[in-house]
């Protein structure tokens, strides 16, 4: 099947005609369906794509087939590999952590190999065709690249999106792995501002349960890490992780994350559900935060 959809897709680019590709024989059936999508996509884009394709390798033609595989819709994954490509290839509007559309999509053929059962793992490759929010697609590209950092580190990916609860508190995560191991991925390239006097005195928020902050990212990497510190408690910190990419601005600021993530201890939330044992639990996990906080 590999080599008619490669054979196909050279025939398309080099005469400039979509509906060759539809009326090739023989076409399997799951490739007639995707030819048809791509042709409804209009010549510029359906150019665009094959013109993509046609540089790629082996494995990267398969990451563009699995975004076609992970579809909503009939049309939904062509309309998904087409803006990816716009996204991360031709308009560049999406921070990519690989170093080319190529390496991408040839990741997302990785992963699927090495685990076809990943959890949740069709959502994110839909995300990293988003056109009205590109902070999804520039989050599913990291969650990506951290799942494949895992994998050969051996740990495996068991699912993205993992929810964990316990104590009345919940928290989805962007990745767990097959050693149970949760993670949190911070996609940012642009860093937090911190307003003068927030990391020593954040303003609290009216239940009192959470620490606020000005950024809005940061308000939201202050209330995860509360969450996480209530849900990690009886593992002692060993099942939970936070990965920045590894960006100078963004580790210029390590100290600063840092103290924001352990001044969630002081937070209504975390002295109501740990109550006295909060300062050791702090403790253990000031211990451990070169492990937990890491920018890859």
């Known amino acids: 099947m590999k080599r ?25 059936r799951c490739l007639r369906l995707f030819t048809a999508d791509i042709e409804d996509l209009g010549w510029e884009e359906a150019r665009r794509v094959f013109r993509a394709v ?14 076609l595989l992970f579809r909503e819709t009939a049309e939904d ?54 056109d009205n929010a590109l902070g999804l697609s520039q989050a599913a590209a990291y969650d990506l690249y951290i799942g494949q950092d895992v994998t050969r580190a051996g740990l495996g990916v068991e699912g993205f999106q993992a929810e964990l609860s316990a104590g009345g508190v919940t928290r989805i995560y962007d990745l ?8 949190e991925n911070k996609s940012l390239v642009v860093p937090y501002e911190i307003t003068p006097g927030e990391l020593a005195n954040p303003p609290v928020s009216a239940d009192g349960r959470f620490f606020e902050y000005q950024d809005q990212r940061l308000k939201q990497l202050a209330n995860e890490t509360a969450r996480s510190i209530v849900l990690h408690v009886g593992d002692g910190y060993e099942a939970f992780g936070t990965n920045f990419r590894n960006l ?10 840092e103290e924001i993530m352990l001044k969630q201890f002081e937070s209504g939330l975390v002295q109501q559900s740990l109550g006295a044992g909060a300062a050791t639990a702090r403790q253990t996990f000031a211990a451990k935060l070169a492990s937990i906080l890491q920018f890859k």
């Open 4 to 28: 008619t959809i490669v054979f196909l897709l050279a025939i398309a680019f080099s005469l400039g005609e979509v509906r060759l590709i539809q009326a090739a024989e023989p076409v399997p």
């Open 54 to 67: 046609k540089t790629y390798d082996a494995q990267s033609r398969e990451g563009a087939r699995l975004i």
């Open 77 to 130: 994954g062509a309309e998904r590999l087409a803006q990816t490509l716009k996204n991360f290839r031709y308009e560049l509007s999406v921070p990519n952590p690989y170093s080319s559309d190529r390496e991408l999509l040839a990741a997302i053929a990785e992963l699927d190999r090495a685990d076809p059962g990943m959890a949740n793992f069709g959502r994110v490759v839909a995300d990293l065709g988003q």
């Open 176 to 183: 767990r792995t097959k050693t149970g191991r949760y993670l």
């Open 248 to 257: 100078p601005q963004m580790v210029a600021q390590r100290g600063d994350i």
